[in-house]
């Protein structure tokens, strides 16, 4: 176990790693219980979100089964976020596949993993944070005392770390770029991006924001660390 952490989780959700570190001093059940917490949420979102899954919500909106105004007040509220996203960039993030099809999963990894973060936070802890995939949203401070610090990966060898963050109180962070799927974020004219770095990465106090931020930003190129940091407390940075 890491010295940052007392209580370390992980498993697969969502498709893809979620991890929960806890450097409160509590009881092992406790940590297991909250744990446990995140773990059904999470697969409850998958339920309702996944395109893999005809019974999802989001499925069955896609199919014509049920109408998009119908649907759980989560999945509205996530649609709303995607369709504010896409004119807030001209369409640089789109919910929607080439066929017309709805694929909100851009946005909904992040929401998710802030309304995971609440819940551990409901049952009482106090500092810990939650990866999801590559992003992180944490909560509190390490063990020591000092902030969270958060390794960012070679974009180009996902073995290697070429910086550390360290994360204010209750902060998250996320890269958007080529490490995990190479390259598969594409502009508004449906042409794959290429800008001048290989990963874009934000930090600021919200991860649903911050994730869908880095994405956009990534796909802007050049033109991506303004348009990011238009907004009051993100921050971003590339790699090359």
């Known amino acids: ?85 896409e004119h807030l960039s001209n369409g640089v993030f789109n919910a929607r596949r080439s066929d017309g099809s709805i694929d909100p999963a851009g946005f909904v990894k992040g929401w998710a993993a802030e309304r995971a973060v609440r819940l551990l936070a409901e049952v009482g802890l106090r500092n810990f944070y939650l990866r999801i995939g590559g992003d992180i949203q944490t909560h509190g401070v390490q063990a020591t005392g000092e902030k969270w610090r958060v390794g960012i990966v070679d974009p180009h060898d996902a073995s290697r770390i070429r910086s550390y963050v360290d994360i204010p109180e209750n902060w998250a962070v996320a890269t958007s770029g080529i490490a995990e799927r190479g390259q598969h974020i594409w502009g508004n004219d449906a042409m794959p991006v290429t800008p ?26 050049d033109a991506g660390i303004e348009w990011v940091e238009k907004f009051p407390d993100y921050t971003a940075f590339t790699l090359k």
Do not use: Y
């Open 196 to 221: 001048e770095f290989s990963s874009m990465t934000v930090i600021g106090p919200h991860l649903m924001w911050a994730d869908a931020f880095a994405t956009i930003g990534f796909s802007l190129g």
């Open 1 to 85: 176990m890491s010295a940052d952490a007392r209580f370390k989780f992980a498993a697969k959700a969502m498709g893809t790693a979620v991890s929960v570190h806890i450097a409160d001093v509590v009881p092992q059940e406790t940590a297991d219980d909250a744990w446990e917490s995140v773990g059904v949420f999470l697969h409850d979102i998958e339920d309702r979100f996944s395109t893999f899954l005809a019974t999802s919500e989001i499925s069955r909106i896609n199919n014509g089964e049920l109408h998009m105004l119908d649907a759980s007040p989560d999945v509205v509220e996530v649609l709303d976020a995607c369709t504010w996203l």
